[in-house]
């Protein structure tokens, strides 16, 4: 029994997320990469007496310096004590997924090809000699389908064989002769210096010409630097001199020669390109007319769905949570410890776990677009609007979109834009979008105000999240982040429909982050309300005399412009800076669950007006985000400028937006 690891490395979208599912199903988990915040999934599976560590690498088109997550992907390949780097291909797109793929043979890592989505190269005329390919490859090529067995089987025994008879992938690899030629050179002076060859020195040499930034700091440590670094220089100019083009550009034009002298060989294309399914409907999804209006109203169809289709769910699980309740203050009357159960703990955490089913169905739906490619439509339809009057290209719009899930994974995603002013803006207005956290203050109060119209509700918060935060971006861009502009080049993956089986995994996991949440800071933050709620001793519980209705009492002036100038939203939304969701809590635990009749929806009514509820969810929406997001920022800028920054430009924005709503509301009579 050997155990082995392996890494599977593939453009974004080829299905290699879906392959890691296969292969591992339950048995995985996710961390971050050591000393990164980019997110490491990795997991294991037994074959043939073979116990195989499995890590999904993240999804990159080059193995440049240009972000965290390809410096991540060849770090690994580089230093990480891997036996085979198994390489996944969308054969519909097989001339751009195999620029990466030449990349990692420069680096000689040992490659199992594994051609992935071989239906939709048929779709398309395509005929791939997987055979000839691995011929002239030097390495073994095998076709599957990630969502299925299909090929499943060859694989796993492909790996295990590559795993025992390692190949140097870079034997195969020919550029043209100018090129060959002047690399060797510049190789011989590399290696001079034996501290340098842990790496093919043909692969180090490669990067000195396009200039990368960490091989370039390794040679500055190098005792051979002057002698490498002019020779580097030389062949530059060089090269300059005979293409009229730089090294970046020549050794680009190298790799795709390469490609193209492959296909050549292995690929048959039909005489004139017929339209793929994909193509045919996004010419009806990504047009400019009908593009932005059908997202529109599939944004609506989502959240009519969570806050409408699901409300007999979340009847179900608040029932019976009232009567735990109800039997604890029968069996121990009328107690500290049956209010500590009853008030502290139902009505705090209890009180936001009735949301799970609105939280899972939308994780449900969000899963669903993103993994049959819809999402990335999106982007390109809002790309016109964010690149004409904000001056962010819609790549900006993937982190936004993943911050309705959470603003923590979109805060992450901005690693992989390049452009670092893009990055920091984006991560200024993320906060914006309206994550699942939000979405249980939105559901109990649209459930007592607007219960005709709860999905168009809800809709209008999310959608005026993202045009505030294009608001927003656009000042900072014209302000603090001056001069930034740069052309919006993204992938549309081919449409497909999602295994059920990588949908449920992706909602339970997120769901399940859901869960832990209540189970700890939310807890947490419920013990400590329900303190401040029942002391001083002899008051009434949550009361305006309790602890805690002495903090809403300071607080609230503040937010009586607002229309809410109650306590109790006041010592909500203060409570609510360390977890969204710590608002129903809050409201949860002073008003409780066990109240005979509508407790909570009467209580709402005696604090709100129609007009001042949905004042208040739109300062739920635009305030400062929860601890984590905050620490998240501080993570991905090295230091708290930019969360201090971001934390006032939410608060001061919240407060101008509801203000000038509740202004707006009260002038057209709706007071």
Not at 612 to 631: D, E, K, N, S
Request: proline share 4%; net charge negative; glycine share 8%.
């Amino acid at each position: 029994m050997a155990n082995l690891k392996i890494g599977l490395a593939g453009n974004p979208n080829v299905g290699k997320t879906t392959l890691f599912n296969t292969l591992t199903g339950l048995n995985q988990h996710v961390g971050n990469w050591p000393g990164k915040t980019v997110a490491q999934a990795k997991g294991h599976y037994k074959h043939s007496d073979n116990e195989v560590e499995v890590i999904d690498l993240p999804g990159n088109y080059a193995l440049s310096a240009h972000s965290i997550e390809e410096i991540v992907s060849r770090d690994f390949i580089v230093d990480e004590d891997s036996d085979v780097i198994v390489n996944i291909i969308d054969a519909a797109n097989i001339e751009r997924n195999l620029y990466l793929t030449v990349q990692m043979m420069e680096l000689g890592a040992n490659l199992v090809i594994a051609l992935n989505m071989n239906r939709y190269a048929q779709d398309k005329g395509y005929t791939i000699d997987a055979t000839k390919l691995s011929e002239l490859l030097g390495v073994p090529v095998v076709e599957i389908e990630a969502n299925s067995d299909i090929g499943k089987e060859e694989l796993l025994k492909t790996i295990e064989q590559a795993a025992l008879n390692p190949v140097d992938s870079s034997k195969k690899l020919v550029y043209h002769s100018e090129l060959k030629e002047h690399l060797t050179e510049l190789q011989a002076v590399i290696e001079e210096d034996k501290n340098l060859l842990d790496v093919p020195s043909s692969w180090t040499a490669i990067k000195l010409l396009e200039n990368d930034e960490i091989v370039e700091e390794k040679i500055e440590g190098s005792s051979k630097r002057n002698n490498i670094v002019n020779e580097s220089q030389k062949v530059k100019d060089h090269l300059k001199g005979i293409f009229g083009e730089g090294s970046e550009e020549v050794i680009a034009n190298a790799r795709y020669a390469f490609i193209e002298g492959l296909l050549k060989e292995s690929l048959t294309k039909p005489a004139s390109a017929k339209a793929t399914m994909s193509e045919k409907i996004d010419r009806i999804l990504t047009n400019r007319i009908l593009g932005l209006p059908i997202f529109v109203i599939i944004m609506y169809l989502m959240f009519d769905i969570v806050a409408n289709q699901v409300g007999p769910l979340q009847d179900f699980v608040a029932g019976l949570f009232e009567m735990i309740g109800e039997w604890i203050i029968a069996t121990l009357g009328e107690t500290m410890l049956s209010s500590f159960l009853v008030d502290g703990l139902i009505g705090g955490v209890g009180g936001v776990l009735e949301f799970v089913p609105q939280i899972m169905m939308l994780f449900l739906i969000i899963s669903f677009l993103e993994d049959c490619g819809y999402l990335a439509r999106a982007a390109f339809v809002i790309d016109r609007i964010m690149h004409k009057f904000v001056g962010l290209h819609g790549k900006a719009f993937i982190p936004m979109l993943l911050g309705f899930g959470c603003g923590i994974p979109g805060i992450m995603a901005t690693r992989a834009m390049e452009n670092e002013k893009d990055r920091l803006i984006t991560m200024m207005i993320i906060p914006f979008m309206s994550c699942s956290a939000r979405l249980p203050v939105y559901v109990m109060l649209v459930g007592v105000f607007f219960s005709a119209n709860q999905g168009l509700v809800i809709t209008s918060l999310y959608w005026i999240g993202i045009l505030v935060a294009m608001i927003v971006a656009f000042i900072l861009r014209k302000t603090v982040f001056k001069e930034m502009e740069a052309p919006f080049v993204m992938e549309l993956p081919d449409y497909k429909l999602p295994t059920i089986r990588g949908i449920l995994m992706h909602t339970l996991e997120k769901s399940w982050g859901f869960i832990k949440k209540a189970g700890t800071i939310i807890l947490l933050a419920a013990i400590v309300i329900w303190i401040l709620s029942y002391f001083p001793a002899g008051v009434e519980y949550g009361s305006e005399q309790s602890l805690i209705g002495s903090v809403g009492k300071v607080a609230a002036p503040v937010f009586a412009p607002l229309g809410f100038g109650e306590w109790q939203p006041a010592v909500a939304l203060v409570f609510g800076l360390v977890a969204k969701e710590v608002v129903v809590s809050t409201f949860s635990s002073l008003f409780g669950v066990a109240e005979e009749g509508a407790g909570i929806a009467a209580a709402m009514q005696g604090i709100f007006t129609p007009l001042t509820a949905f004042v208040f969810m739109v300062f739920v929406l635009l305030y400062i985000p929860c601890f984590a997001a905050i620490g998240a920022i501080k993570e991905e800028t090295g230091g708290y400028k930019y969360p201090l920054m971001m934390c006032g430009v939410t608060l001061v924005t919240a407060y101008l937006v509801s203000f000038f709503i509740y202004m707006v509301g009260l002038a057209l009579g709706f007071g």
